[in-house]
């Protein structure tokens, strides 16, 4: 008996030219160099350019994944944008990817759960996939965090960078063991009353404006790894696996010391860590696919290797996936 898996066929990321480093932010507000890469890890990030949107960086990224996986864009009938910083408030960046892509089929739609967005939006393409109803998805992060940041407070400029990436995902009979390619679990979580520890001070129901990104940040980092192990030992239970087991750990990229201490409790040893805070700062949905691609670029990755994803950010939302290479 054979069960459907979503495999990923191939995956692109995309970041804009310019570059800020932490000596450019050291001249707009009151921090150091030193400061931000010790207490984040974050040397530099990408800021996008006037008139390129949270759209454009998707369309580069899904352009990219498309040729690695080597597929064309009408194949694909499902489209999942995970943003929090989208174009407009409506219509869906997504259906801007949609467009630009010359696609006329099937569906594209937003989906917001913040730095966590990624792991959410896999989740929601997998079970798109399982149910039958489509094929093959692009699966994508992108954001333009720069947008909404008050470049006047040290506390939360310093921490994010824009950028975009992808993944192309096809629903597959595997053998339905846990050797199968694919995503083989996936977890989410949330829980609201951590709501206003990671916000953005607008919105069109509140304020009618776009607000900046508010965070109490030692809060937020106060509860991050606990939340990230809990859920990673959800995946390794539903599937036998164990930190030993994990080829590459794929995290979203918030706090150099957030991943380093997550990776610790779990066991997993530090070379095995794919890390790109360091030159991305936090892109928030889009981080986990920016450093997949990195990763698969470079060729650390290997076809057959088990991948362990997972994010934590504003809700507080949280998850995690396994998923075979
Ligand atoms: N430069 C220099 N000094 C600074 C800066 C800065 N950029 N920012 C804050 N400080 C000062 C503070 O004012 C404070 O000074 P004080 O002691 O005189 O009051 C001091 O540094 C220490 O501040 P803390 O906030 O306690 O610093 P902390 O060690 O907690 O580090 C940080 C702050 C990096 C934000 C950390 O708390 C963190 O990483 N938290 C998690 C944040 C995160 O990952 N957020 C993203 C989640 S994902 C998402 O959904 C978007």
């Known amino acids: 008996m054979t069960i459907t898996r979503s495999v990923v066929l191939g995956c692109g990321s995309y970041l804009p030219s310019q570059v800020l480093t932490n000596e450019d932010l050291a001249r707009k507000v009151d921090t150091s160099d030193e400061w931000i890469v010790q207490r984040t890890g974050i040397h530099e990030r990408r800021i996008a350019a006037p008139g390129e949107l949270t759209s454009h960086m998707a369309l580069h990224a899904a352009k990219s994944a498309l040729a690695h996986a080597r597929v064309d864009a009408q194949s694909i009938d499902l489209i999942v944008l995970a943003t929090s910083t989208p174009d407009n408030t409506f219509p869906a960046s997504a259906v801007s990817v949609q467009a630009d892509l010359g696609i006329t089929h099937g569906a594209a739609f937003d989906l917001q759960a913040v730095c966590s967005g990624f792991v959410y939006a896999l989740a929601t393409a997998d079970g798109l996939l399982k149910s039958g109803a489509y094929k093959r998805a692009l699966v994508i992060g992108s954001e333009t965090f720069s947008r909404i940041l008050d470049w006047t407070d040290r506390t939360t400029c310093v921490l994010f960078g824009d950028g975009a990436g992808a993944v192309v995902m096809e629903a597959q009979q595997q053998p339905g063991t846990r050797d199968d390619r694919g995503l083989l679990t996936v977890h989410l979580r949330s829980d609201g009353r951590f709501k206003s520890k990671l916000y953005v001070d607008g919105g069109p129901s509140s304020t009618g404006t776009v607000g900046y990104l508010r965070m109490e940040g030692r809060e937020v980092f106060r509860h991050a790894v606990a ?8 995946a390794f239970r539903a599937t036998g696996y164990a930190a030993a087991d994990v080829d590459w750990f794929i995290p ?61 950010g504003g809700g507080f939302t949280w998850g995690a996936a396994l998923l075979r290479w």
């Open 252 to 312: 979203h990229q918030a706090n150099k010391r957030i991943i380093d201490g997550s990776a610790h409790k779990l066991g997993i040893a530090p070379d095995k860590i794919v890390t790109t805070v360091d030159r991305h700062g936090n892109t928030s949905a889009a981080s986990i696919p920016l450093a997949l691609s990195d990763a698969v670029t470079d060729r650390r990755i290997k076809r057959g290797d088990l991948l362990l994803l997972e994010a934590m």
């Open 227 to 234: 939340m990230i192990t809990d859920v990673v030992e959800d």
